[in-house]
Antibody, heavy 118, light 112 residues
Framework: QVQLKESGPGLMQPSETLSLTCTVS????????VGWVRQPLGKGLVWMGT???????NYNSAVQSRLSISWDTSKSQVFLKMNSLQPEDTGTYYC????????????WGQGTLVTVSS | DVVLTQTPVVQPVTLGDQASISCRSS???????????LEWYLQKPGQSPQLLIY???NRFSGVPDRFIGSGSGSDFTLKISRVEPEDLGVYYC?????????FGSGTKLEIK
């Protein structure tokens, strides 16, 4: 059974660095890519970046200078780090697994809410 | 960036009737490999998005055949026949052809 679960600090201050972890089970990170998607409160979905099954990454150019995605395959964890946080980074952060048939986000975590406020 | 324009923004529907959502792209979503990476997601209230349709018309595992995706190039449609209460929520189209990947702004399906 494929599962993903995000975890993180919840409340951050402006200019801090956000660190989120996506812990997965039911599949191997070396078989399927994982992406991060952000949803500002009450708004739509924004793709942030992806780490592919081979370990390479792609980032949305809108956040590329601040974002880093990595993994620890032995722990089945994917990490998101984003620096220079601003209040507009507030929202729910989801990790989602790529499918096997050209489907991008076949399985999603429950999401973790990050609030950036002083 | 590819802009996906969804219409309508709100779709009032009577349970049991058909609903239709349009998604138009600012450029063709045909990939150089010949595939068209246009997907549809449903986000129910308080839940994570869930994949309904991938590559224009393929239903994801467990998705009822009441959901039908169609279209080509830059013009796509999701039809939901015999709408049921569990179909209510916000529908997003998504393109995975061009970098950066982008979502439409959403269509809220609500009871009339």
């Amino acid at each position: 059974q494929v599962q993903l679960k995000e975890s993180g600090p919840g409340l951050m201050q402006p200019s801090e660095t956000l660190s989120l972890t996506c812990t997965v089970s039911g599949f191997s990170l070396t078989s399927n890519g994982v992406g991060w998607v952000r949803q500002p409160l009450g708004k739509g979905l924004v793709w942030m970046g992806t780490i592919w099954a081979g370990g390479s990454t792609n980032y949305n150019s809108a956040v590329q200078s601040r974002l880093s995605i990595s993994w620890d395959t032995s722990k089945s964890q994917v990490f998101l780090k984003m620096n220079s946080l601003q209040p507009e980074d507030t929202g729910t952060y989801y990790c989602a697994r790529h499918g096997n048939y050209g489907d991008w986000f076949a399985y999603w975590g429950q999401g973790t809410l990050v609030t950036v406020s002083s | 960036d590819v802009v996906l324009t969804q219409t309508p923004v709100v779709q009032p529907v009577t349970l049991g009737d058909q609903a239709s959502i349009s998604c138009r792209s600012s450029q063709s979503l045909v990939h150089s490999n010949g595939n068209t990476y246009l997907e549809w997601y449903l986000q129910k209230p308080g839940q994570s998005p869930q994949l309904l349709i991938y590559k224009v018309s393929n239903r994801f595992s467990g998705v009822p055949d009441r959901f039908i995706g169609s279209g080509s190039g830059s013009d796509f449609t999701l039809k939901i026949s015999r709408v049921e209460p569990e179909d209510l929520g916000v529908y997003y189209c998504f393109q995975g052809t061009h970098d950066p990947l982008t979502f439409g702004s959403g269509t809220k399906l609500e009871i009339k």
